[in-house]
């Protein structure tokens, strides 16, 4: 199962350089600020395609013990395309998630981007829960563009060399939101983009099955592992 999940991931590294750069089922192709693309694509930055910026920066909102999820850097992981939930340590309370953030909270198909820490690592939101820390900033894209390809889009190589670029040199690396914005991207059809997004997302979810079938194994046998270790399960020997 490991050997299929490599397998997997360097498929799904393979079909991310393709499809990004090259599209389906293009021919003719031209030069652009971000390298060879399709002759119908576009060039725009960040900032043309996002249409609100969810920013808590520089503030810490008064905490509670129970309540309202508050997400993190920690949440955003390289194990999946959504915020793990289980690495919560923080929440609020009603009256704080309905008053203190002033830009609202992350809905379904918002992009959370770490601006210190795991930068050039994304989420994409798959359900309208929680608030988001001073060290993440949420993106939600236009009518125009598929959030889904905007978040497979950054965790390509285009971005990821920008975002290496504009944090050359700095001893804390931190992003600074209005840099990030600026960072030119090839962008398709709306139908294109969704196509995209289908394909990666499918490879990205037989990914995640075999990692669920790996783990439930190692559980398997670690619990096994236990009972013997412990004489819960003899082994009968002779």
């Known amino acids: 199962t490991e050997s299929e999940i490599s397998k997997l991931q360097d498929l799904k590294k393979g079909m991310m350089q393709q499809l990004l750069t090259q599209g389906i089922g293009h021919t003719q192709f ?3 600020p971000v390298g060879r693309i399709p002759v119908g694509w576009e060039v725009k930055t960040l ?3 996002i249409k609100k910026i969810i920013d808590n920066r520089g503030k810490t909102p ?3 013990d129970t309540g309202y999820e508050l997400l993190e850097v920690a949440s955003i992981t390289d194990n999946s395309r959504f915020p793990d939930f289980s690495t919560v340590r923080k929440f609020v309370d009603r009256n704080t998630y309905e008053t203190w953030f002033r830009n609202g909270h992350p809905l379904i198909g918002d992009i959370l981007v770490p601006t210190v820490g795991s930068i050039g690592q994304f989420a994409i939101t798959r ?3 929680g608030c988001i820390a001073q060290n993440l900033v949420a993106l939600r894209v236009n009518k125009f563009t598929d959030s889904t390809y905007t978040y ?4 390509g190589d285009v971005v990821e060399s ?4 504009i944090l050359m040199g700095a001893v804390q690396p931190s992003l600074r ?3 990030f ?3 030119s991207i090839p962008i398709p059809s709306l139908v294109e983009q969704q196509k995209i997004a289908d394909i990666l997302t499918s490879i990205d979810d037989s990914i995640q099955q075999q990692q669920r079938e790996l783990q439930q194994t190692q559980n398997l046998k670690k619990s096994l592992m236990q009972d013997l270790l412990t004489g819960k399960v003899r082994v009968k020997v002779g």
């Open 62 to 64: 008064p905490l509670s």
């Open 177 to 179: 939101v209005p840099h």
């Open 162 to 165: 920008r975002i290496s670029s």
């Open 127 to 129: 359900e309208n829960r």
């Open 47 to 49: 900032q043309n395609i």
């Open 152 to 155: 497979y889009l950054l965790n």
């Open 30 to 32: 031209k030069d652009s």
């Open 181 to 183: 914005m600026g960072i």
